[in-house]
């Protein structure tokens, strides 16, 4: 029978946040694949834990992966850590989950650690519909095109950013969402220095032109509002369309009757009726 590969998340900058489940996962683990040994050897001290490690990483991904599956198929199991967080979220883990679910070795994830959700469930910014967007490239044209595709996004947007990048990242948000957008830099999350800097885009441009960016990020910005009620002259016109409408003339008579009587433009009265 098939080991079983475990996805233990760690703590994102809080020791305290690593779970009872992470520390007994790690220590009943045959072996434990991270991203970075020396990383996870440090958090396996904190815990007093000494245990067999192996390095799973997106250069060595291809062939530790298929010699990781080897041994699961063979009955071990294996815990699967990252340098912090949740493994498979913008870290390695990702393909090594879709070569168990293709050979049907079990996966177990445990809930912990994430710096996407510990962000938007404290940036003060609707968590109803969220989607997550990871890194954006450091590519010129693949960045545009990514965040051209989010122009008319309404749910609110994640995204990880490292410091350095984040003025242009900020400059680039302007462009596309328009400094009016509300965004929330959720930084240092769980660590000393943790901050939530509520504000629009504009404003948090003109904070990082003047301070540099230091620590980690993820920056949660608001989706594009719905579009404005039509306003109240419109939506009379709206009623009167209909109106004429019922009257027998056709929709274009009566838009155009009804943006004469009431004195607005015609392709007001056009959008309204259509909303009505
Ligand atoms: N798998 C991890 C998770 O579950 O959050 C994410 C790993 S990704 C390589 C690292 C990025 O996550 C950082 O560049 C930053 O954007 C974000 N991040 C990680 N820890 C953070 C923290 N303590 N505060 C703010 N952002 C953090």
Redesign the pocket.
């Known amino acids: 029978m098939s080991g079983t590969l475990y996805l233990v ?1 760690t703590p ?2 809080n020791l305290g946040d690593v779970s009872q489940r992470a520390r007994e996962i790690l220590a009943a683990a045959d072996f434990i694949a991270a991203e970075d040994t020396r990383v996870t050897l440090k958090l396996l001290n904190h815990l007093g834990l000494k245990k067999p490690l192996i390095s799973y990483f997106e250069h060595n991904k291809a062939q530790r992966g298929a010699q990781i599956l080897e041994r699961l198929e063979a009955g071990e199991n294996c815990a699967l850590v ?1 340098d ?4 498979a ?3 390695p883990g990702e393909d090594l989950v879709k070569l168990c679910a293709q050979t049907g070795v079990p996966v177990c994830p445990l809930p912990g ?4 959700v510990t ?1 938007i469930s404290a940036s003060g910014l609707p968590t109803g519909r969220f989607c997550f967007e990871g890194f954006l490239s450091t590519a010129k044209k693949s960045r545009r095109e990514h965040l051209e595709a989010l122009r008319e996004e309404q749910r609110t947007m994640i995204f ?3 410091p350095h990048k984040l003025l242009a990242t900020l400059e680039d948000f302007s462009r596309v969402f328009g400094p009016e957008r509300e965004i929330s830099l ?6 000393i220095h943790e901050e939530f800097y509520r504000a629009t885009i504009g404003e948090a441009l003109a904070r990082y032109r003047e301070t540099d960016p230091k620590g ?3 920056l949660v910005v608001a989706g594009k509002p719905e579009a404005e009620p039509a306003s109240a002259s419109e939506a009379q016109a709206a009623q009167r369309v209909q109106e004429l409408m019922a009257q027998g003339l056709s929709r274009k008579d009566a838009v155009k009757q009804a943006a004469q009587e009431l004195g607005v433009s015609r392709n007001a009265v056009y959008a309204a009726a259509l909303e009505v």
């Open positions: 998340p994102i900058g990252t912090a967080g949740t493994p979220i913008s870290d650690p994430c710096a996407a962000a990880y950013e490292a959720c930084r240092e999350l769980t660590k980690e990020f993820v």
